[in-house]
């Protein structure tokens, strides 16, 4: 078998076989195929796509290319949870915590930033000595005592996940319907846990752009997770406009402790608690309504904070920032955006404000590029709120000036200024389990 004849035959719209899948999986995780190859193939499979059987396969040979964990040892029902990404999207780290205070043990593996969008593991590392690959008794340890752990995806686990995700990330084939599929199931088959909660974004600033797509890719997931008895709901959500106020990674974290300690962005308090009350859901923790109420609790009465903070602890992290953001590292540079009319914040290019805040230095344009944690953007505006000239859109953080000069031009093309007021947006487009589709 020969990888340019794979190459070939899904160029022209071909099917692939397990044996070719198979091939490709493993010959790119064992080093026998070059990153060229790969890379024309991912391409291929971007503009030809594939069918239910290539995608299911894929999925399985990816999830079996490395260790598969097991959970066994935490006791309860273990909820796993995965975002298709976004910008701004920190939900990871609200809902995770916000669950384990509920009593659903979350034991998960992470991912780093994707193209225009954030990753819930730099994230992390953003919080001085937190250490994101322990070993796998201290990965069950964390689990089992503190009730919810996220690190990255170290050692041996869908190790084709991890080459891929690195090479599509700078090829510009992440989004995808079969590659988004395959690279998140795998993670969450390998990952093992009983059930799983995806929150697939849409919009903008997602890899979906309409409702329709990523109800179609959660279709599909939830489809993957049933057909190897993971019981697998799908949340397809708002990505018009970034999730809170802060996209980058510091600034990320300091809103996480803000929506943990219950006055952080309405829009983040919403989607998170709505997505954690699912994973309680799925826990059988109870109705879903009693499930909102557990979690609100959670939050008003701290245990939520109390768990992240926990959390990070036992990953080596310094507390002392959780508690105090101030106290998180700082930007060197920092200039506000104003706006150049009057008017109202009619539509925002989400996409644009990922891509502004990778290049004010938040995430990586090839896949050596080291992060700067520090950098990204605080908006004071959002779709539907109004502005007068000169007032602040935002305020943009980097290590240099000519990386503000560039984050503020494509920052301020990100913003649609009109004299009417946009119509309200939904945070929720619809809900997908084996049951069926419902649409909101
Ligand atoms: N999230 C993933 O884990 N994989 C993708 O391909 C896209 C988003």
């Given at each position: 078998m020969r990888m340019y004849d794979i190459i070939e035959k899904k160029r022209d719209g071909g099917v692939l076989s397990d044996a070719e899948i198979d091939f490709f999986v493993h010959g790119y995780v064992a080093g026998e195929i070059p990153d060229y190859q790969m890379s024309a193939l991912f391409m291929a499979i971007f503009f030809q796509g594939m069918d239910a059987r290539e995608t299911a396969h894929l999925t399985m040979a990816m999830a079996q290319s490395g260790d598969m964990l097991d959970l066994s040892s935490i006791p309860g029902i273990k909820v796993d949870k995965h975002s298709t990404g976004g910008v701004g999207d920190k939900a990871t780290l609200v809902c995770v915590p916000l669950a384990a205070a509920v009593g659903v043990p979350v034991a998960k593996i992470s991912g780093r930033g994707l193209g225009h969008t954030g990753g819930t593991v730099d994230k992390m590392e953003s919080v001085p000595g937190v250490q994101v690959a322990p070993s796998r008794e201290r990965f069950l340890e964390i689990a089992r005592t503190v009730g919810c752990v996220v690190v990255g995806q170290?050692?041996?686990?869908d190790p084709a996940d991890k080459k891929f995700y690195a090479l599509r990330d700078v090829t510009a084939t992440v989004n995808s319907m079969p590659l988004i599929a395959s690279s998140v199931m795998s993670k969450k088959i390998a990952a093992g846990a009983d059930r799983i909660l995806l929150e697939v974004t849409c919009g903008?600033?997602?890899?979906?752009?309409?409702v329709d797509e990523a109800v179609e890719l959660s279709r599909q997931m939830v489809e993957i997770g049933e057909n190897v008895g993971r019981t697998t709901v799908a949340l397809v959500t708002d990505m018009n406009v970034p999730l809170g106020c802060c996209v980058g990674n510091t600034l990320e974290i300091a809103e996480v402790c803000d929506v943990l300690r219950g006055h952080g962005p309405q829009d983040t308090v919403d989607v998170c608690s709505e997505l954690a009350a699912n994973m309680a859901y799925l826990a059988e923790k109870g109705t879903l309504g009693e499930c909102r109420a557990a979690v609100r609790r959670a939050i008003d009465d701290g245990s939520a904070f109390g768990k992240f903070c926990e959390m990070i602890a036992a990953l080596g992290g310094d507390v002392r920032t959780l508690y105090d953001t101030s106290l998180l590292p700082q930007a060197a540079c920092m200039r506000e955006v104003r706006a150049p009319?009057?008017?109202?914040?009619?539509?925002?290019d989400t996409e644009r404000v990922g891509t502004a805040s990778v290049v004010l230095?938040?995430?990586?344009?090839?896949?050596e590029d080291a992060i700067d944690y520090t950098a990204g953007i605080r908006l004071a505006r959002k779709t539907g709120d109004p502005v007068a000239a000169g007032e602040a859109l935002g305020t943009i953080y980097a290590s240099r000036e000519d990386l503000l000069d560039a984050g503020e031009r494509i920052l301020l093309g990100a913003y649609d200024i009109r004299d009417e007021r946009p119509a309200s947006h939904a945070h929720f487009y619809a809900r997908i389990s084996r049951e069926g589709i419902e649409r909101f």
């Open positions: 170290s050692g041996n686990l903008n600033g997602a890899f979906m752009k309409s009319r009057d008017g109202f914040v009619f539509a925002m230095g938040a995430g990586r344009a090839t896949k």
